[in-house]
Nanobody
Framework: QVQLVESGGGLVRAGTSLELSCTAS????????MGWFRQAPGQDREFVAS????????DYAESAKGRFSISRDSAKSTVWLRMNNLTPGDTAVYFC???????????????????WGQGTQVTVSS
């Protein structure tokens, strides 16, 4: 059983940056593909970014490409989401997710992930 704890959310101004972190406890972190999703009020949860167990393989939603960066550190069992040039449209609860993956690949669907954090609120003011 994996437990995921997100942190780093908050209220920021448009155009600024924020870095979210997610620390995992439980079995070997290296075995997991990690992902970030977000859910805005009244909206469905959507994919933001994913990073494979090999560290180098990443995937981003179109809305995140060029502005967001996902990274991980096995020694810390932590995955980060660096978000630059934030806009009010990025306001949402951000969730960390994990799933075991034998292969180094990313996943973009909620249903492909087995473990979820409680979420951290990101609010971007204009």
């Amino acid at each position: 059983q994996v437990q995921l704890v997100e942190s780093g959310g908050g209220l920021v101004r448009a155009g600024t940056s924020l870095e979210l972190s997610c620390t995992a406890s439980g079995p070997v972190f290296d075995s997991y593909t990690m992902g970030w999703f977000r859910q805005a009020p009244g909206q469905d949860r959507e994919f933001v970014a994913s990073i494979a167990r090999d560290v180098d393989t990443t995937d981003y939603a179109e809305s995140a490409k060029g502005r967001f960066s996902i990274s991980r550190d096995s020694a810390k069992s932590t995955v980060w989401l660096r978000m630059n040039n934030l806009t009010p449209g990025d306001t949402a609860v951000y969730f960390c997710a994990a799933r075991i993956s034998i292969f180094a690949r990313t996943f973009t669907l909620q249903t492909e992930y087995d473990y979820w954090g409680q979420g951290t609120q990101v609010t971007v003011s204009s």
